[in-house]
């Protein structure tokens, strides 16, 4: 059976840190570029990162890049987005998911695995 699993959200303070996981079970995600999306109530789902196969390359949508860092580790079978300076805007329900992924940003597609989703609650 195939999962991705994501944690490590929480409530925090703006300017603070968290890091999400997401963790492959029957699904090898260093297979895939693995990307991280966030939908709040009432806005459009944001592809936010997304690590590349290969080379291992991040992307990162403008409003988080510098505050933002994806990551892999193959022996966890895991990816991490390390999440800096938090702002109340960057509260989200943030899902990892199998995608496309580039300099075009991240990329939905028409088949791909998802993760549960973990909320990232950011106060003022």
């Known amino acids: 059976q195939v999962q991705l699993v994501e944690s490590g959200g929480g409530l925090v303070q703006a300017g603070g840190s968290l890091r999400l996981s997401c963790v492959g079970s029957?699904?090898?995600?260093?297979?895939?570029?693995i990307g991280w999306f966030r939908q709040a109530p009432g806005k459009e789902r944001e592809g936010v990162s997304c690590i590349s196969t290969g080379d291992g390359s991040g992307y990162y949508v403008d409003s988080v890049k510098g505050r933002f860092t994806i990551s892999r580790n193959k022996a966890e079978n895991a990816v991490y987005l390390q999440m800096n300076s938090l702002k109340p805007e960057d509260t989200a329900v943030y899902y990892c998911?199998?995608?496309?992924?580039?300099?075009?940003?991240?990329?939905?597609?028409?088949?791909?695995?998802w993760g549960q989703g973990t909320q990232v609650t950011v106060s003022s």
């Open positions: 998911a199998t995608v496309a992924c580039g300099a075009e940003g991240v990329g939905l597609l028409v088949e791909a695995y």
């Open positions: 029957g699904v090898t995600l260093d297979y895939y570029p």
